[in-house]
């Protein structure tokens, strides 16, 4: 089953070709990761992908859903605002710098939507939370706000949130650059421990190792196109691509 | 005249400023929220005339973007803010009659003051609470809209508690601003607490009344200051 396929997808900022002809297809349990040099695209896809921008050109399809589809001449054309709300219950987005809100306590942060947006019941979901919250180390920080934890625990607390609406998918946009390198590792690690419970997930990160150990396919994006693909120890140890190596070069001592 | 009878205008005058305040800030607040996004709209119904290659001629560009809406609220704005208080509420009060013809009654004066002190009070809290809008960050409505917070929602959840306690300082401002502008009523001859005052101190050449109305704004400021510190207070618990 493929939870999201991206057929060549268009994106442009006035002149500024962003994303050229782009299709990308991700399928139940898988790990994507998405490399590549800074302005190569990979925020503005992955926001494309979360509605958060609208393609110019291209499919855009959740679970055999569509949010988008191309017309005849190719124009992305979306759903109206009934189906692309019903798509949005398939993915979770955790930004590069938390977005966590800071007028709620930790637990409500994560239980907020899935009761308000989910319509799920109040103790189940509170139960769930308490669960996920344990699942990330945070247990004894319910109760505390945004501000009283580090930019660790606030990325857990982003990322529980996330898996409280319980989506089909989720997007990692940089989660750990705005983190000190003390701090990366313990959110690598609970994404690596989501993977081994077969999570689907796409994950845009400067970590290469991470990359190469996590995922089960690799894209190198560079200039608006996906320049290499494939298998994780192929794409980051033997490079095919001059463009390729030259990117991964910088990140080998 | 003897000095119970003074105590009593005095205190009659003190409650009609009181109400004054109370009703203007119970009309102003709501109602600057409106004008805010009045002016913080971006409805341009000529925007089809745009090409959508982007190459707009100028013209073409300035008539595209024009927001109607947003257009006239700026203009409000800049007339309730650029002109004196007092002559609004001349305007408010006399506009009726030297306009229209129409004969008020009575009653009309306090609801022009009330008027005149809504419309113009709600023209400064619209222009705080944009600025407190726009000072919140955009991944605030990010994260609410993949999470999939509605506009309303977003709005009521996540963008109003936290401009609010953006705007406290701005507000307690203007709140402490009206305490003393509520005085401005005398030029419609409403018996509040500065036109009393100064009626007695006419009448009994005496000081002492003025004395008594200083003190009673002074006491009032002070009771307000002390309210919004303790809002303020409330809302610290966050960040
Ligand atoms: N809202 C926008 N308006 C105009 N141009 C934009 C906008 N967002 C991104 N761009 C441009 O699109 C290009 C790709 O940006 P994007 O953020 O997707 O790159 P990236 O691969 O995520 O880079 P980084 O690794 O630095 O995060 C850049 O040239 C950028 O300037
Ligand atoms: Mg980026």
């Known amino acids: 089953m493929k939870v999201l396929e991206i057929n060549h997808c268009n994106k442009k900022f006035g002149d500024n070709e962003v994303l050229k002809d782009i299709s990308l297809s991700v399928s139940e349990g898988q790990v994507v990761s998405i490399i590549g040099p800074s302005g190569s695209g990979k925020s503005t896809l992955l926001r494309c992908a979360t509605l958060l921008e609208t393609m110019d050109g291209g499919d855009l399809v959740y679970m055999g859903e569509y949010a988008a589809k191309a017309d005849a001449e190719g124009k992305a054309v979306y759903g109206d605002k009934e189906a692309l709300k019903g798509i949005k219950q398939h993915f ?49 920080k319910e109760n505390a706000y945004p501000h009283q934890l580090s930019g660790g625990q606030q990325q857990r607390v982003s990322i529980a949130r996330a898996l409280a609406m319980k989506p089909k998918i989720l997007f ?82 | ?27 102003s607040m709501p109602l600057g929220l409106v004008v805010a996004f009045g002016r913080m709209s971006k409805w341009a119904p000529l925007g089809f005339l745009a090409k959508e290659d982007g190459k707009n001629g100028f013209l073409r560009l300035t008539i595209a973007t024009f927001r109607p809406i947003q257009f006239i609220v700026k203009i409000i704005i800049a007339i309730l803010r650029g002109t004196p208080l007092m002559l609004q509420l001349l305007v408010v009060f006399y506009g009726p009659f030297y306009l229209f013809g129409v004969q008020l009654p009575r009653s009309y004066r306090l609801i022009a003051v009330l008027l005149g002190f809504s419309i113009n009070y709600a023209a400064y809290f619209a222009e705080i609470y944009r600025a407190g809008i726009e000072s919140i960050p955009v991944g605030q409505y990010e994260a609410a809209f993949v999470l999939g917070y509605n506009k309303s929602q977003t709005f009521r959840k996540i963008i109003l508690p936290q401009m609010v306690k953006r705007i406290l300082p701005p507000v307690t401002n203007e709140v402490i601003t009206l305490v003393k502008d509520t005085s401005l009523a005398f030029v419609l001859a409403y018996a509040e607490m500065f036109t009393v005052a100064k009626q007695i101190a006419a009448a009994k050449t005496s000081i002492m009344p003025l004395f008594v109305a200083g003190v009673f704004y002074f006491i009032f400021n002070f009771v307000v200051a002390f309210v919004m510190e303790r809002i303020e207070k409330a809302l610290s618990y966050y960040r």
């Open chain 1, 172 to 253: 990692f946009d940089e989660p750990t650059s705005a983190l000190d390198p003390e701090l990366t590792g313990e959110i690598l690690k609970v994404i690596k421990d989501l993977a081994a419970e077969h999570m689907t997930m796409v994950i845009v990160t400067h970590e290469m190792a991470f990359a190469r150990d996590v995922s089960n396919h690799v894209i190198f994006m560079d200039g608006g196109v996906i320049v290499e693909e494939g298998d994780p120890m192929e794409i980051i140890n033997r490079p095919q691509q001059e463009r390729t190596k030259a990117f991964l070069s910088r990140f080998r001592q």
């Open chain 1, 92 to 140: 979770g987005l955790v930004f590069q710098n938390f977005n966590l809100f800071p007028h709620y306590s930790v637990i409500r942060n994560i239980t907020e939507p899935p009761i308000l947006i989910g319509k799920r019941p109040k103790e189940a979901v509170y139960a769930e939370a308490r669960e996920l919250l344990k699942k990330m180390g945070l247990a004894d």
């Open chain 2, 1 to 27: 005249m003897n000095f119970v009878v003074i105590m009593k205008q005095l205190f009659d005058g003190m409650s009609a400023s009181v109400m004054i305040f109370a009703l203007t800030l119970l009309f």
